[in-house]
């Protein structure tokens, strides 16, 4: 069974930076397309950043361009989400999810089988 757990959220400062993580248990990591989600309170789940699998190709949501980054180290099989330059908007439950058969990086949410529990990041002004 594969499982996903998050780790990394906490509370942060306006302006500065967390680095999330997610660990995969399971089958073969890198078999897996990756993606981060995040959602606020009163609000639907929003796509942050996706990955293929092997890393070289990348998708992110135009309110995190040039601030969060993603990438994978399919020997840790782990992926990362590198968010810099925090805002209050910023502030979430972050998901990880994963899912096999997946051609390429997909925004929706339903194009992925596996998810995280969720980490929270709160931002503050």
């Known amino acids: 069974q594969v499982q996903l757990v998050e780790s990394g959220g906490g509370l942060v400062q306006a302006g500065g930076s967390l680095r999330l993580s997610c660990v995969v248990s399971g089958r073969t990591f890198s078999s897996y397309v990756m993606g981060w989600w995040r959602q606020a309170p009163g609000k639907e789940r929003e796509f942050v950043a996706g990955?293929?699998?092997?890393?070289?190709?990348?998708m992110s949501a135009d309110s995190v361009k040039g601030r969060f980054t993603i990438s994978r180290d399919n020997a840790k099989k782990t992926v990362y989400l590198e968010m810099n330059s925090l805002k209050d908007e910023d502030t979430a439950v972050y998901y990880c999810?994963?899912?096999?058969?997946?051609?390429?990086?997909?925004?929706?949410?339903?194009?992925?089988?596996?998810w995280g529990q969720g980490t929270q990041v709160t931002v503050s002004s």
């Open positions: 990955i293929s699998r092997s890393g070289g190709s990348i």
């Open positions: 999810a994963a899912d096999r058969h997946l051609p390429s990086i997909s925004r929706g949410a339903r194009a992925y089988d596996y």
